[in-house]
């Protein structure tokens, strides 16, 4: 079954800075690459996705990268800003089962 | 467009005491449901699933249980309710398709005392 790792758990960074956290998946036949961010006291909300036909896509601010051969995927936040803090997931699909499996969490600090 | 609701937002209860949680999803038919437990500081563990009405998939053996009486209802139960059963509650749902994104609640913060 699939299997995610997420890194680094958590990550601190200076206002204006850019973070990036990464995420390794074990299944080849995997082809959907969601991201979600939680802040305190709330679920998780959908912030990107990706499907393995692309490479990259952006939304603002954010940006996913994905590299099939290797089975990794990341995400990228340019000029961070406080309300970036919150805790980020990666997921990858269970082949043949309607679910995600989720990493371990991402737990962002932006310093102003 | 969809909403989901989860109530209530947050539960105190003693050991030994039952538990229901209730989320309903609306805006969409034949969703897929699920039901997610975060430990403090932790990841999300899948607890169940559902493809349709009385349809349910466990998938950690548990002191809790799920029904879906409706097509948009999904509810998590348990009988006598155990300390380690504190924990965040999450639903969430998806289009009954692979590869689909999925849209979470805003959880039910249960401590077991």
């Known amino acids: 079954g699939e299997n995610v790792e997420q890194h680094p758990s958590t990550l601190s960074v200076q206002e204006g800075d850019s973070a990036v956290i990464k995420c390794t998946y074990s299944?080849?036949?995997?082809?959907?690459f969601p991201w979600y961010k939680q802040e305190l006291g709330k679920g998780p909300q959908l912030i990107i996705d990706?499907?393995?036909?692309?490479g990259e896509k952006k939304d603002q601010r954010i940006a996913v990268t994905l590299n099939k051969t290797a089975k990794h995927f990341s995400l990228h936040i340019t000029e961070t800003q406080p309300e970036d803090s919150a805790v980020y997931f990666c997921?990858?699909?269970?082949?043949?089962?309607?679910?995600?499996?989720f990493g371990t969490g991402t737990r962002l600090l932006v310093s102003p | 467009s969809q909403t989901i609701h989860q109530w209530p937002a947050t539960l105190v209860q003693p050991v030994g005491s039952p538990l229901s949680l209730e989320c309903t999803v609306e805006g969409t038919s034949n969703p897929n449901l699920y039901w997610y437990r975060q430990a403090a500081g932790r990841g999300l563990q899948l607890l169940f699933y559902?493809?349709?009405?009385?349809?349910i998939s466990s998938e950690v053996p548990q002191n809790l249980s799920a029904s879906r009486p409706q097509d948009r209802q999904f509810i998590l139960s348990s009988k006598k309710l155990l300390l380690s059963d504190s924990g965040f509650y999450l639903c969430?749902?998806?289009?009954?398709?692979?590869?689909?994104?999925?849209?979470f609640g805003n959880g039910t913060r249960l401590t077991v005392t």
């Open positions: 990706i499907r393995s036909n692309v």
């Open positions: 559902s493809v349709g009405i009385g349809q």
């Open positions: 969430a749902w998806s289009v009954s398709s692979y590869n689909s994104p999925l849209h």
């Open positions: 299944d080849s036949a995997s082809n959907y």
């Open positions: 997921a990858a699909p269970k082949t043949g089962f309607q679910k995600l499996v």
